[in-house]
């Protein structure tokens, strides 16, 4: 495939789960991708990985400039760097609050902020990576589905904005996928279960009766980074199993 050819990618998180099958599947799209991760040191010719933290506006300025630098400029930003916490709001301290919406929401401002002027030039395209818990919360995850929430309506507003530039903007918001984080939470809460069939069991509650993959994740990504969405912006699309169609009030006639 070489439906991006000739486009550089900025990926946040793309060490691990679905920004790793992010980098994977632009670059096997033809796309020349730098992306930031965790202890990332990757430099293969057309993509190129650092060790570089969302929750530094210096940090994504550097990722962008490195983007610019080896390949001539960004079309392509994809925010997938995230992490999850537990607890209510009485549970949530002020560091986790902090450490959460840092990560989740603040570094995907960063990472905008960084990039819009260098996708401008382009008409370029975002894709921010949020969660079906924008929309539907589960117990104890107060901060986090705050920060999916956020960043629903952030990109929303930068499709807004820069709509007159031909900058598209538009968020992936997955069910459960099978990523290291998705394992994390397994482990927290699989009490007498193993993780697998606590995986299994969360899957179930999908109508397609699994979790996802991070590499359908990626695939989603694609298209609306890509020539195929030209008229999609500001749009939120689920990549849920279903999962948000159930009324659970049907689970138990």
């Known amino acids: 495939m070489s439906e991006l050819a000739g486009k ?3 990926v946040t998180g793309g060490s691990m789960g679905i920004g ?3 980098v994977s599947h632009l670059s096997a799209e033809g796309a020349s991708v730098v992306y930031c991760g965790v202890g990332a040191t990757v430099d293969t010719g057309s993509v190129v990985g650092r060790d570089l933290d969302v929750r530094s506006p210096a940090d994504m300025q550097a ?6 630098s080896r390949f001539g400029g960004v079309d392509i930003l994809v925010t997938s760097a995230g992490i999850q916490r537990y607890g209510t709001v009485e549970e949530t301290t002020a560091e986790l609050w902090d450490e959460v919406l840092a ?3 603040t570094g995907v401002f960063n990472a905008c902020q960084a990039a819009l002027p260098e996708l401008r030039k382009r008409a370029g395209a975002i894709v921010a990576v949020s969660s079906v818990q924008a929309f539907a919360s589960q117990q104890r995850v107060a901060a986090y589905a705050t920060s999916k929430a956020g960043v629903n309506a952030l990109i929303k507003s930068i499709a807004l904005d820069y709509a007159p530039y031909g900058v598209r903007a538009n968020v992936v918001c997955p069910g459960s996928v099978d990523t290291p984080m998705l394992r994390w939470a397994a482990d927290l809460y699989k009490g007498t279960s193993t993780v697998e069939e606590t995986i299994d069991g969360w899957g179930a509650r999908h109508p397609l ?3 996802a ?3 359908e994740v990626a695939e989603v990504v694609a298209f609306l980074a890509g020539p195929r969405s030209s008229f999609v912006t500001g749009s939120e699309y689920r990549v849920d199993g279903g999962l948000l169609t159930v009324n659970p009030a049907s689970l138990s006639a």
């Open 209 to 211: 009766g699994r979790v």
């Open 20 to 22: 790793e099958a992010v």
């Open 8 to 10: 550089t990618a900025v």
């Open 213 to 215: 993959q991070p590499a």
């Open 103 to 105: 990560v989740n929401l």
């Open 63 to 68: 990722l962008v400039e490195l983007a610019v």
